[in-house]
């Protein structure tokens, strides 16, 4: 294996962080900001 693009964890780890993000949209208004920025940071750093 000469990438890791090629690993299926890896793979996978794009996928939960795109689901992330999306969910991250349903958050309600009153605490988006605060919860929703907190959340996608921590998505970001899953691949």
Known sequence: MHNFKDLEVWQKSI?????????????PKDQKYSLTDQ?????ASIP
């Open 15 to 27: 996928v939960l962080c795109k689901q992330i993000y999306l969910l991250g949209e349903k958050i």
């Open 39 to 43: 959340i996608q940071r921590c998505a």
